[in-house]
């Protein structure tokens, strides 16, 4: 499974609100919802996310192993 928990502590380090993300960068309320409950994204979401925070993959998302 893929968490997004690392993207939330990612933005708060480099100063961008979820708030920012939609009114500066376009991201819809429903994209941030489905990280938040570490739902499926495609990866131009996560390329963008990427750009924007000026950061790697790892740092905004984590797999984890089911058991």
Do not use: P, V
């Amino acid at each position: 499974m893929i968490i997004f928990d690392r993207l939330w502590a990612t933005m708060k380090a480099k100063g961008i609100s979820q708030y920012k993300l939609i009114k500066e960068y376009g991201f819809s309320t429903g994209q941030l919802d489905r990280l938040r409950k570490n739902e499926n994204i495609n990866t131009y979401t996560l390329d963008q996310l990427c750009r924007i925070l000026k950061c790697e993959l790892n740092e905004i998302a984590e797999y984890r192993r089911e058991e």
